[in-house]
């Protein structure tokens, strides 16, 4: 894998390969599907890589706009074509955007495993 983490003064999004886990931290508000090619390049770079199970860990990301959600769904959507890789999505009922947001990638992924706690 090239970059396993991107970053700005607002957000962090790194990848842990022990656990295969990519975390999301901060505040992401980015224009649009341009803006969020680094994300999504990291994310497809993952998935490539076939593990077991990827987890996005979404707990300390306190904001992630309208584009951001898009750019989630279609991930997740793009996982149904692998067969093999458990996708499991971390989320806080601390953060009121997740619960209801996070809840719609289920219905995108039907295997998918949400845990919003």
């Known amino acids: 894998m090239t970059g396993q983490e991107v970053k700005s003064d ?6 842990d390969p022990a656990s295969t886990t990519v975390y999301f931290k901060g505040q992401i508000a980015l224009g649009g599907p341009k803006d969020y090619a ?3 390049n990291l994310l497809n770079e993952v998935a490539g890589l076939e593990p077991k199970t990827i987890t996005i860990n979404v707990k300390e990301l306190a904001f992630l706009n309208s584009s951001g959600i898009s750019m989630l769904s279609k991930f997740v959507l793009g996982m149904r074509k692998k067969k ?7 989320g806080s009922k601390k953060i009121p955007w997740q619960g209801k947001s996070l809840k719609n990638l289920e219905r995108l992924l039907p295997g998918l495993k949400l845990v919003v706690q």
């Open 84 to 90: 093999g890789v458990q996708l499991v999505v971390l």
């Open 38 to 40: 680094p994300i999504v």
């Open 10 to 15: 607002d957000y962090q999004v790194q990848y």
